[in-house]
């Protein structure tokens, strides 16, 4: 243990950070797409950008590229800094949740949806 | 025991990419729990690190792959339109579960569940696999961060295994042929 420790130098915890909040909000983000297009016709309608997979394309798309992007801008950010990791933490599970809840049909017949 | 290319491509996705990631996800969420300096040496801190991120890293490009394959692959031939007038429904899935009042809870409740949920699996599971890999034996000391990592891994882990239910379920009420 003690010949491990002294081999191991402790990195920043800022791209861990970073991947976990962008993980989040591309969870949430997809998630509230989801949530959207299923209590507006008009909305899902706008989503169809590939005909064969409809309007899943669409919000697969934004809800995925959303992620690498928040990944990409945070990691720019905290890649040497020290951050905050419980704040971080906490509400990168609160985004995750929103993402669970939002892709979940009885969340949107509770609004009128689906 | 012939299968169509439609019977082999939805197996992929479900036997194949879907069933790689589930299987081994439990092997990979007891590795991360078990880095703990107080379990391994330093010699099995490495060896387990090392398979750890060769692991974390494979199942999530089958939870990448089962998505991909599944939504631009197998779902076109699930949710395609049968011609005006049919009444044979067998090819196509979607409408033959609709059609049914005691089926069509597939489709609203399970197919539209799965399709949804199951993207959260990938990208959680790149999330874990980023961690691992960049801590590497230093997540050993990291209870906070390891924690978080495995709640995501397990989040990870739901949402393809609602996925995956689902997907053989409604395969067989309504196979993709």
């Keep these: 243990m003690t010949r491990m420790a002294t081999k191991i130098s402790d990195k920043p915890n800022g791209p861990v950070a970073a991947a976990l909040l962008a993980g989040g909000i591309g969870s949430a983000l997809f998630g509230l797409i989801v949530f959207f297009a299923a209590l507006s016709e008009s909305f899902a309608t706008a989503l169809n950008w590939y005909n064969p997979v409809g309007p899943l394309s669409g919000k697969s798309i934004l809800g995925v590229a959303g992620f690498f992007i928040a990944w990409v801008v945070l990691h720019a950010l905290w890649k040497d800094k020290e951050i905050n990791f419980s704040g971080i933490s906490t509400a990168s599970l609160v985004l995750l949740a929103v993402g669970l809840l939002g892709t979940f049909p009885p969340v949107w017949e509770l609004f009128g949806g689906g | ?177």
């Design chain 2, 1 to 177: 025991m012939d299968m169509t290319g439609r019977e082999i491509w939805t197996t992929i996705h479900g036997m194949v990419f879907g069933f790689i990631f589930l299987l081994g996800f439990s092997g990979a969420l007891y590795a991360v729990y078990a880095m703990r300096p107080e379990w391994l040496t330093a010699e099995g801190m490495k060896r387990t690190v090392n398979l750890t991120k060769a692991s974390v890293w494979a199942l999530a490009i089958s939870a990448w792959a089962a998505v991909i394959t599944g939504t631009y692959i197998v779902y076109p031939w699930y949710r395609a339109r049968p011609p005006e007038g049919a009444t044979d429904l067998g090819n196509f899935p979607r409408y033959l579960l609709l059609a049914d009042p005691g089926t069509a809870g597939w489709h609203q409740f399970g197919m539209e569940w799965k399709e949804h949920v199951a993207f959260l699996a990938p990208i959680a599971a790149t999330v874990v696999a980023f961690a691992v890999s960049y801590y590497g034996p230093t997540l050993a000391r990291k209870v906070g961060e390891r924690r978080a990592v495995m709640i995501f891994f397990i989040v990870s882990f739901a949402a393809a295994a609602a996925a995956g239910l689902f997907g053989a379920f409604i395969t067989k009420a309504a196979p993709v042929r």
